[in-house]
């Protein structure tokens, strides 16, 4: 009698194991693109001579991100020619299951010269700027410019969590 309690006792411990966890809308991106819907045509990517003048005369960048509760500016002639190397020269194929996950301008002397959304999920990590609310150009994201997204976005998370742990009664 005891062993088949103690196997019973086991069986529930190994198959609780084997469950599947929630899945995590966290998860960091790839470029493995998910296999489920026909990708849209491709828009031309940006011009690189437009790349190089923001790299040259580049005076603000700013990220907004619609689901997470921070921006970030950049103004520093570094961190803007950094910003400016997470546009790959390759087109970017957009898919349509795919969201923004932000939006993003290059400014040249307080003047928006490059403007759009940033995508940044599993499968989905390009750029697509507009002009006068039309998609024009999408640009893949570098592999510095995800893992760049990734640490920033992991940075506010545990920053959010550090003053929620801190903050008491919430």
Partial sequence: MNLHFILFILALALGACNQEKPANNQQPATDTPPASVAPMPALPS??????????????????????????????DKPSIQYAV????????????????AGRVTYQIKGEIVLEGDFYFS?????????????????NLMTDEGITYFNNQIQQALKMQQDMQQQTPGQ
């Fill in 85 to 100: 190397r997470h546009v790959a020269e390759g087109t970017a194929t957009l898919r349509p299951e795919c969201k923004a």
């Fill in 122 to 138: 599993t499968g989905c990590t390009y750029f697509v700027f507009e002009k006068n609310r039309q998609k024009t150009n999408a």
């Fill in 46 to 75: 940006v011009s690189l001579e437009l790349l190089e003048k923001i790299w040259q005369e580049g005076t603000q960048v700013d990220y907004i991100f619609y689901n997470y509760p921070f921006p970030m500016s950049l103004t």
